[in-house]
């Protein structure tokens, strides 16, 4: 059984930066696509990016594009989301999650397998 923990999360200002990351603890990370969602107050779940498991592949939601940028360690079982020019709209739970397709980029909820509990980002104007 896979269990992911998220870090980073704070307040921070408009136009700041983050760091988030996500441990996975298991012994098949590497084969893992793994994908960053966010969740606002009203429960409403959004994809903001995925990266494959050997991170040579990412794709991002139209939200984050050039602003955030996804990255994987392999050999520390984390995956890792920059978050650049922050907005306040971008205030929400960031949860990460883990496929057993290696080569999923698709960002499609129902197709990951495992979920973290969350990191709560909040961003004031």
């Known amino acids: 059984q896979m269990q992911l923990v998220e870090t980073g999360g704070q307040l921070v200002q408009a136009g700041g930066s983050l760091k988030l990351s996500c441990v996975v603890s298991?012994?098949?990370?590497?084969?893992?696509?793994m994908a960053w969602f966010r969740q606002n107050p009203r429960k409403e779940r959004e994809f903001v990016a995925a990266i494959n498991a050997n991170g040579d592949s990412t794709y991002y939601a139209g939200s984050g594009k050039g602003r955030f940028t996804i990255s994987r360690d392999n050999a520390k079982n984390t995956v890792y989301l920059h978050l650049n020019m922050l907005k306040p709209e971008d205030t929400a739970v960031y949860l990460c999650a883990a496929s057993t397709t290696p080569w999923n980029i698709r960002g499609l909820e129902y197709e990951y397998d495992y979920w973290g509990q969350g990191t709560q980002v909040t961003v004031s104007s």
């Open positions: 298991g012994r098949s990370f590497s084969s893992y696509s």
